[in-house]
Antibody, heavy 118, light 106 residues
Framework: QVQLVESGGGVVQPGRSLRLSCAAS????????MHWVRQAPGKGLEWVAVLWHDGSVKYYADSVKGRFITSRDNSKNTLYLQLNSLRDEDTAVYYC???????????WGQGSLVTVSS | DIQMTQSPSSLSASVGDRVTITCRASQGISNYLAWFQQKPGKAPKSLIY???SLQSGVPSKFSGSGSGTDFTLTISSLQPEDFATYYC?????????FGQGTKVEI
């Protein structure tokens, strides 16, 4: 079955960097676009970024554009999110998710908590 | 960016009640609308895609309708496991956007 497992979260100081990983299994990873969605404590869902199946196209939310970079290694079935210049407001659980053109965001990981604090 | 507005933000209901949640888009999104259920401490679960299509394995007590700018999610007979927060989301254009959520409480 489809499985997405995020890792790499933790506590980081403002202005520093962190890299999240999302390990995928149970489906043909290289055929699927992948998304990042985050949720600040007690808040709603915020879409963060998407990366095309072949890495050719990326889109980002305005709130992270220029600071976050998503990438993938299809040989390792792994998606990455590089979080740079972190701010307090980036504190959130970060989910990776995937689906297809007709059933977007069908599968979700369990999430990885990033806490930005001095 | 397309803004998604849900109403109400929260509601209290009883087991067996019929519940309707509304989602309005700031511009037309055809039927590129999904609904998610989220329970505390858990990842969101996809319920409905294309405004009215039920995801595999989702009970038929959930239904969605609408097109253009106005959409609804209906739970026909609320059960204890349905108490959760529900989100709508548009996927017609990037950045994808979610509604602020509707918390369904006992």
């Amino acid at each position: 079955q489809v499985q997405l497992v995020e890792s790499g979260g933790g506590v980081v100081q403002p202005g520093r960097s962190l890299r999240l990983s999302c390990a995928a299994s149970g489906f043909a990873f290289s055929n699927y676009g992948m998304h990042w969605v985050r949720q600040a404590p007690g808040k709603g869902l915020e879409w963060v970024a998407v990366l095309w199946h072949d890495g050719s196209v990326k889109y980002y939310a305005d709130s992270v554009k220029g600071r976050f970079i998503t990438s993938r290694d299809n040989s390792k079935n792994t998606l990455y999110l590089q979080l740079n210049s972190l701010r307090d407001e980036d504190t959130a659980v970060y989910y990776c998710a995937t689906g297809n053109s007709s059933k977007p965001l069908l599968y979700w990981g369990q999430g990885s908590l990033v806490t930005v604090s001095s | 960016d397309i803004q998604m507005t849900q109403s109400p933000s929260s509601l209290s209901a009883s087991v067996g009640d019929r519940v309707t949640i509304t989602c309005r888009a700031s511009q037309g999104i055809s039927n590129y609308l999904a609904w998610f259920q989220q329970k505390p401490g858990k990842a969101p679960k996809s319920l409905i895609y294309a405004a009215s299509s039920l995801q595999s394995g989702v009970p038929s007590k959930f239904s969605g309708s609408g097109s253009g700018t106005d959409f609804t999610l209906t739970i026909s007979s609320l059960q204890p496991e349905d108490f959760a927060t529900y989100y709508c989301q548009q996927y017609i254009t990037y950045p994808w956007t979610f509604g602020q959520g509707t918390k369904v409480e006992i």
